[in-house]
């Protein structure tokens, strides 16, 4: 019995593998798209119409129960200044988020603004967009 070698080369392509890494890709990014949070705090911000351009190096936020964070890192007001400093040296013209609960007395936001401009730094503060 006289067996029939294929020699030739086969031309098609397989679309299994190919279907198999976007899948895989598009699970990677729909599990890391929602693990991004700019600001992980969850915070009643004050409302507002106007918006800034300005991108700001790192965030400053004031819970409601007053206590003071540096992103996401718990840090109190008497270490502020230096925490700041350390965090944004090197950094030319240093910008800086404070989102603030619509609770928080306006002395406690008044503390980090003084800090923010015996640094020299910029300070945008945040808010929420007003509903129509």
Do not use: C, W
């Not at 080369?9 to 679309?15: E, L, N, Y």
């Not at 700001?56 to 109190?76: C, G, H, K, L, M």
């Not at 950094?91 to 404070?98: A, C, F, K, N």
């Not at 008044?110 to 945008?124: P, Q």
């Amino acid at each position: 019995m006289k067996l029939k070698r294929n020699t030739g080369v086969d031309t098609a392509f397989q679309m299994s593998s190919m279907t198999d890494i976007v899948f895989l890709l598009l699970v990677f990014f729909m599990v890391t798209s929602t693990l991004v949070s700019p600001n992980a705090l969850k915070l009643l911000l004050p409302r507002s119409n106007s918006q800034t351009a300005a991108k700001p190096i790192t965030t400053v936020s004031i819970t409601a129960d007053r206590q003071f964070y540096v992103e996401q890192t718990p840090v109190p007001i008497t270490a502020m200044a230096g925490y700041l400093q350390q965090k944004l040296e090197g950094v030319e013209d240093p910008t800086i988020s404070l989102h603030v609960d619509r609770t928080v007395p306006m002395e406690e936001v008044v503390k980090v603004m003084n800090i923010a401009k015996d640094s020299h730094y910029k300070l945008i503060l945040a808010t929420a967009p007003l509903e129509k």
